[in-house]
């Protein structure tokens, strides 16, 4: 069965770094576009980033997150990175990663628990 | 950018028919999914390509999508189906919205 399960999150301060893992089991993770999707406490959900399947070369991002935030893969791991630079605290949210269907255009048909980030000093 | 529109809470009564709208412009040309949240977990898709159920969802879940408008509809409301939902598309082929998220309430 799919099974993401992201790690990382945690109280870190404005401006600094900070980089999630979600680690992918039950498909072929190297044939999947990936995603992270955000949802801030009490809010609703936002997308903030794609990168393409294989070597991961087309990369996407929310406006609210270019260039500060950057998405990256290793297959061999499984595994689909958020790095989070120049946080502030709107960034503030549990970030969820999500495996897109593989249809275009189309929906995410899986997603993982969700990690928490706060920015905050 | 584009945008989608719901209204922030539907109320329905048990067993009665409830409707979700998600607005934007031409949506009619995109596929919409929806997406059930319930408090504390991870969303869980209910509908795709406006009108698929995935496996393992009930038949009371159905869509639509013409003109401007995708709807959601609930047959048969139960009180387990009290949930946020979002709906969410394709904005351009890299890029993906969602709507603001609809509050059921089953009362």
């Known amino acids: 069965q799919v099974q993401l399960v992201e790690s990382g999150g945690r109280v870190v301060q404005p401006g600094r770094s900070l980089r999630l893992s979600c680690a992918a089991s039950?498909?072929?993770?190297?044939?999947?576009?990936m995603h992270w999707v955000r949802q801030a406490p009490g809010k609703g959900l936002e997308w903030v980033a794609v990168?393409?399947?294989?070597?991961?070369?087309?990369?996407y991002f929310a406006d609210s997150v270019k260039g500060r935030f950057t998405i990256s893969r290793d297959n061999s791991k499984n595994t689909v990175y958020l790095q989070m630079n120049s946080l502030r605290p709107e960034d503030t949210a549990v970030y969820y990663c999500?495996?897109?269907?593989?249809?275009?255009?189309?929906?995410?048909?899986?997603w993982g628990q969700g990690t928490l980030v706060t920015v905050s000093s | 950018s584009y945008e989608l529109t719901q209204s922030p809470s539907v109320s329905v009564s048990p067993g009665q028919t409830a409707s979700i709208t998600c607005s934007g412009d031409?949506?009619?040309?995109?596929?919409v999914s929806w997406y059930q949240q319930k408090p504390g977990r991870s969303p869980v898709v209910v509908i795709f390509?406006?009108?698929k159920r995935p496996s393992g969802i009930p038949e009371r879940f159905s869509g639509s999508n013409s003109g401007n408008t995708a709807t959601l509809t609930i047959s048969g409301t139960q009180a387990m189906d009290e949930a946020d939902y979002y709906c969410?598309?394709?904005?351009?082929?890299?890029?993906?919205?969602f709507g603001g998220g609809t509050k059921l309430t089953v009362l």
């Open positions: 999500a495996k897109d269907s593989g249809l275009p255009a189309d929906h995410f048909d899986h």
């Open positions: 039950g498909f072929t993770f190297e044939k999947t576009v």
């Open positions: 990168i393409s399947y294989y070597d991961g070369s087309n990369k």
């Open positions: 031409k949506l009619e040309k995109k596929y």
């Open positions: 390509q406006d009108s």
């Open positions: 969410q598309a394709w904005d351009t082929s890299s890029s993906v919205v």
